[in-house]
């Protein structure tokens, strides 16, 4: 007799991976909206509120240890009115209650745990808990027990400091309108570059101490620092970029059989990963290897962008076009599927590499670092997932020739037995904010290898955003795509990046219509985000009851602000467009967020490239003659050899959308071949030299 289902909560009529992750706990969730709310009012209980995301592995603990549980459950299910969140789905929500608990805790995380009155005024946080008191907290059941208590006895005095706290989350911020000058720019800018010279570690590179993670808005300023000096602080700095990335690419942190990044590394020297693989991570450096192959000329950083994207090709990309949010850390053990464990579907016992490599297994061994007992340094395995397996790393480089050939073939082996494994589990939501950090990433592959294929897949990328995360009626984003359902409206996240990214694809070649959308969605996201009174960009629109305080994002973390992206969006549309309301505009951004830079500027790398774009009078290229034509491309290919200041690029290549564009610059129209031959205007505040048609003098005028 086959038993019947069992049962399963109101998470299962969700769309998001994470959410039905919980479909089948004996907590009565509730997604967060009016439902839950109306019951948390009618029934006098707070809201316990979690958020978390489906490839979080702490996120998969506190589920297993408590809301598997059903005597947890039933304290929750009698006392609270619980909700989870998707925070990929919810940023809005994730950000005011991360601000709350950060406010009172001094830290953050995922999952995140936050009580709330039923008038949604959060009054008490943390992160995980244990599901019994152990390592000095309280357990998640006292929690509960001491949490109904103080609400069954001291109900005004619980409200009273939720309403506090709230409050102060309210209160405005000072603005920067009085501190204007470029000098206070400059020193910000040298200020974070001193923040990121002093936590540099030039041993294993990288920035900080462990846990270490790429946080690539980090390098994004150095690449600019670097592409604006000389002599010994240009040596410096390509330090930096060389040791970071090359580190990185020959830590565990790099998945050396099917490329692409995972999370971070809980070690200094990136041996040790957190195994999740997150889309936003791999669009990000992909850029940063693009750059640092320009910087350097190390062939290896441009492989290791190409092996990344070819990873977001066979395991992220989404079937209609988009990409998906990320894969997670854990997986079932494939000596025993009925269990599950962080890394198992990338880690190897010596004796599984014997069998699979046979003759080259000493080999392979030496190289990746692969050891009897295991690899994993003291310390970088509390839970003990890692006993007696190895993370592949690169122990020993530089093999000859023909040891090199034996490596390519034995990981082609290894990747080919590793794919028979169970795989970890994916989350299919394509969120429109990071596939225009991916639209970015292929576009500018495109441009700075030279390679076509990359710029048609960003030609793909676009058409199914724009075809499946726009709201028909109103022309809006949808935040994301999942299941083939869209629910949430997008946030200034999605559209700055998605922005980001039709301008990356607009300046590899993708055509003037993908420029025009940009312009209509800036437009868009002024009238849904930017504060008219004191400048920059709410993270989300006016009108959600659910939200009390609609909050403004002032960090560059593992993704780049909102306000951040903007205001570089802005600066390259009005040297684009010619808009100088919207230089303006972007000035202000920029001047909303002067508190914070101006104070802690390493907070902000991000928004401190957007300040140094602004400071210099922006160079415009402009490519005249057909796109496809190879006289052209060999311009092209030569133009994006180095790094370079300040610059957009506009083309007058006569496609569908030029019309447009000359309507926006009417100087394009004497833009044109020279003789037949195709041809670079450098540009500078309305002076331009003479065409360029020789490959030698674009190497020799930009140097």
Known sequence: MTPPPAPRNSLAETASPYLQQHAANPVAWLPWGEEAFARARAEQKPVFLSIGYSTCHWCHVMAHESFEDPAIAALLNTHFVPVKVDREERPDVDRLHMAYVQAVTGQGGWPLSVWLTPELEPFYGGTYFPPADRWGRPGFATVLEQIAAAWAGRREDVCREGARVLEALRAPRPTGASQEGSHDAAAAIGRCLESLEDQFDPEHGGFGSAPKFPRPVGLNLVFRALAGCTGDEAAGWRQVVETTLGAMAAGGVYDHLGGGFHRYSVDTGWRVPHFEKMLYDQAQLVVAYLEGWQATGRERFATVARETLAYLERDLAGPEGGYCAAEDADSARPEHPAEHAEGAFYVWTQAEVETVCGADAGLVCAHFGIEPGGNAPAGTDPQGELDGRNVLYVAASGRPAAEAERLEGARAELYAARALRPRPGRDDKIVTAWNGLALSALARAAQVLDEPRWLERA??????????????????????????????????????????????????????????????????????????????????????????????????GAEPAAGSVAALNLLRLAALLGREDWRRQAEETIASLRPQWSVGPHALPQLLVAVDFSREPVQQWVFAGRSDDPALRALVRESHRRLERPRVILWADGDAGQEWLVRQRPELTAMVTVGGRPALYLCR???????????????????
Do not use: N
């Not at 694809?505 to 009174?533: K, S, T, V």
């Not at 003479?690 to 140097?703: F, K, M, Q, S, W």
């Open 685 to 703: 505040e309305a002076t331009c030299l003479p065409p360029i048609t020789e490959v030698a003098e674009v190497a020799r005028v930009l140097g």
């Open 459 to 556: 030609r793909r990328t676009a058409t199914y955003l724009r075809t499946a995360l726009v709201e028909p009626k109103t022309g809006r984003l949808w935040r994301s795509r999942c299941g083939g359902r869209a629910e949430v409206a997008g946030f200034a996240e999605d559209y700055a990046c998605l922005i980001a990214g039709l301008l990356d694809f607009y300046e590899a070649g993708g055509g003037a219509e993908w420029l025009r959308w940009a312009a209509e969605l800036q437009e868009q996201m002024d009238a849904l985000f930017r504060d008219p009174a004191d400048g920059g960009y709410y993270g989300s629109a006016a009108g959600d009851a659910s939200i009390l305080v609609r909050m403004k994002e002032s960090y560059d």
